[in-house]
C-alpha cells in the first residue's frame, strides 16, 4: 500500500516478477483486499504464487515514525515485517514511510548487532557498476565498533546483492593517510586491518571515491553518510537541471538535443541510483524501495529480496561479528598512533 | 610560481587584472625574477604596478605540508604571505600547494580565531548563484563553538566576496527538525538561533541544500565538509562522464552534441565550481586558487582579493566574535534539549 503510487506499482511490479522469478518464489500481499484482489485477479500467474493478507490500517507516507509506530500494529506494514518475524515471509519489501519502516522493523525483528538503528544502505551509480554505501543516516553518532559492524553487514550484503565474490572495502575519510582524520575512524582503520575478518579491507577511501567506484563498500557514519549522500544526490539533480536549461536555450541545442534523444534517455537511466535499500542489522530481511519507484524498480527490488533470501548473508555477517570482540581488544592494547601536531593534516 | 601551470597562468592573469581592476590597484609578483622579468615585460600595463620580488625556492606541489614548512622560509609563497603580515599587501595568492600555503600562512599570520587551523572555504555552483561552504577540511574535530566560529567568518566572507548585504546561513545536519543530529550541531544551533549575533541564521539546512542554494552559506565541521565536497565534485565529474560517453555513443548523438556544442560549453562553464577558497580565520588575508586554474581563474581570484581587501570583512567578523562567550555561555546554562528515543530521527 505504500510509497508515493501503492498498489498501482506494487501489483505491476509482482507481476513482472511472477514472470522472471523461479516458480518457486510467491508472494504475501499486505494491504486492503477490496484494492487487491481485482487488481492483482488481472494476473493470470498470479494464481497460487500471490497471497492477499487483508489489512485495515495503513501507515502514511507523511506520518512521523514515532507517532505511527504508536498505531501501526495491524497495519500492512507491520504485517509485513511480522510475516518475516514468523518466519512466513524470506524478506519485507516496502515503498512506504522510511522512519516508520525502520521503527516497526527494530521492533519486530530486533537487532542484531549493537546498533541503536538499523544501517541504511545506498547504492551508488558508479562507471564500474556499483558502490554499496552506508550508514546513510540511521545512526548517527558512531565509535569505532560500529564502524566495523558497517563493513561486516556492507561487505556481505554486497556479495550477496551483486553476485561478486571478494568485495573490496573502503573506510570513508579526509584522506588516504593513516594519520587522517578523527579518533573513531582511525581506530576503525586499525581493527579492519589487523582483526583477521574474512574481508578485502583496502583502507581509507575519500569522498570522490564513492562514485569513482573506487571500492564495492564505503563505510561512514550515519551523519556523515547522510549528508554524503544528499549532497551527491543534490549535484547530480544541480548538473542535470543546467544540463536540461542548456538543451533548451536555443534552436539549435533544442535540436542537437532532439538528435540526442536516444543517448540522453539512456543517460538518465544510467545516473539514477538503484531505489532499493536494506535495513542492515535485524534478525530478518528487509528491504525499503524509494517512495517513487516505477514498477520495474519494485520488480528489481523483488529481484534483490530473492538474491538476498537464498544467499549466506546472515551467517557470513555472523562469523566476522564473532572476531569483533577480540579485534578490538587488540588493536586497543596497543599503543593507538598519535595524530601529531603536523599542519594541515586536516586537509587534503 | 605555484599551481599546475606557473607563471604560465599567472603572467596572463595578472595582465587580465591590469587592464580590468582600478589603476590603484597594483602587484608583488613572488618567484623567480629570471622566468619572471621577461614575461611580464611584454605586458606594458604592468610598468609601475607589477613589482617582482625574487626568491630563489619554490614550494612544490607534491611536498607533504611539514616537510614543505620547514624548507619554506624565503620561498616565494613564504614571501607572499609574509608581505601581507608586513602590511606591503593586502592578500596573498597562490595557486601553490594547499597543505603548505595553509602551514605557512598560520606561521606567519597566526589565527585570529580559536582554530587549529584557518578554515577552508568552496564556492558552490547553484541554480541561484553561489553557496559559500565551510570547513571543507582543514578542523576535523570540531565543537558547537568552532561551527558558530564558521558561521560568523563565512557571512562575513559572502557579504564581502558577493556583494549580498545579508546572507543567510544553514547549518549542515541530516534532517530540518531541532531534535536531529549529534550534540555539536543541536548547540550550535541553539547558540546562533539564540546569541543575539548580527546574522540571518535560517536553521538546519541538508546536503542537497547546499547545490540548491537554499542559504548563502552552510555550516559544518572539516570532517563532512571535506567528505560531501569531494562527493558533490564526485557526483558531477560521474554525471558529466556518463553524458560524454552517451554522446559519443553513437551516430545520432554525436551529431546532436555538435549542433548543441554551445549549449554545452555553457553548461560546462556553469556547473564548474569557482576556483577561490579563502583562508579564513587569519590575522591576514590569503587566498588558494585551484591547481588546474586558468588565467581567467586567477584573474577572478584577484578580482575578489580586491574586493575582500576593501571590505568591512575583518571588523563584521570582529563584532560577532565579541558576542561568541556570552552566547556560549547562555546557551549552555540552559536545559539543552533531549535527543530523546524517539525511532529514527537520525535518518531522514
Request: negative net charge; proline residues 5%; charged residues 25%.
Amino acid at each position: 500500500m505504500g510509497g508515493d503510487h501503492g498498489p498501482s506499482v506494487v501489483i505491476p511490479a509482482v507481476a513482472r516478477a511472477l514472470a522472471e522469478l523461479p516458480e518457486r518464489v510467491s508472494f504475501l500481499l499486505h494491504g486492503d483486499e477490496a484494492v487487491l484482489a481485482p487488481e492483482i485477479a488481472r494476473h493470470p500467474g498470479a494464481a497460487g504464487r500471490v497471497t492477499i493478507r487483508h489489512a485495515d490500517k495503513v501507515i502514511g507516507m507523511d506520518e512521523k515514525p514515532a507517532q505511527a509506530l504508536r498505531r501501526s500494529k495491524g497495519s500492512s506494514m507491520w504485517n509485513a515485517v511480522e510475516a518475516v518475524r514468523e518466519g512466513e515471509a524470506a524478506c519485507a519489501v516496502s515503498a512506504g514511510n522510511t522512519g516508520a519502516l525502520m521503527a516497526i522493523s527494530k521492533l519486530i525483528l530486533r537487532m542484531s548487532v549493537d546498533l541503536d538503528r538499523p544501517a541504511l544502505v545506498a547504492s551508488i551509480p558508479t562507471p564500474k557498476g556499483v558502490t554499496t554505501f552506508l550508514d546513510v543516516g540511521a545512526n548517527v553518532d558512531c565509535d569505532a565498533e560500529r564502524l566495523v559492524e558497517f563493513a561486516i553487514m556492507g561487505e556481505a550484503y554486497h556479495r550477496a546483492a551483486h553476485g561478486k565474490a571478494h568485495p573490496t572495502i573502503g573506510l570513508l575519510n579526509v584522506g588516504a593517510e593513516e594519520m587522517k582524520g578523527h579518533d573513531e575512524v582511525r581506530e576503525a582503520h586499525s581493527v579492519l586491518r589487523q582483526g583477521g575478518f574474512d574481508m578485502d579491507f583496502r583502507g581509507f577511501v575519500e569522498g570522490d571515491d564513492i562514485t569513482k567506484g573506487a571500492v564495492d563498500v564505503v563505510v561512514t557514519d550515519g551523519f556523515t553518510g547522510n549528508i554524503a549522500l544528499k549532497a551527491m544526490e543534490g549535484a547530480g539533480r544541480f548538473v542535470v537541471g543546467e544540463l536540461r536549461t542548456a538543451l533548451k536555450s536555443g534552436a539549435l541545442a533544442t535540436a542537437g538535443a532532439l538528435l540526442a534523444r536516444g543517448a540522453l534517455m539512456k543517460f538518465g537511466e544510467r545516473v539514477n541510483p538503484p531505489p532499493t535499500a536494506p535495513f542492515l542489522g535485524l534478525n530478518g530481511l528487509v528491504l525499503k524501495v524509494h517512495g517513487g519507484a516505477s514498477a520495474r524498480d519494485f520488480a528489481q527490488a523483488l529481484r534483490v529480496a530473492m538474491d538476498l533470501s537464498q544467499s549466506d548473508f546472515a551467517a557470513e555477517i555472523e562469523r566476522n561479528m564473532r572476531r569483533l570482540p577480540a579485534a578490538l581488544a587488540e588493536t586497543s592494547s596497543e599503543p593507538s598512533p598519535e595524530p601529531g601536531n603536523e599542519p594541515a593534516e586536516g586537509a587534503d
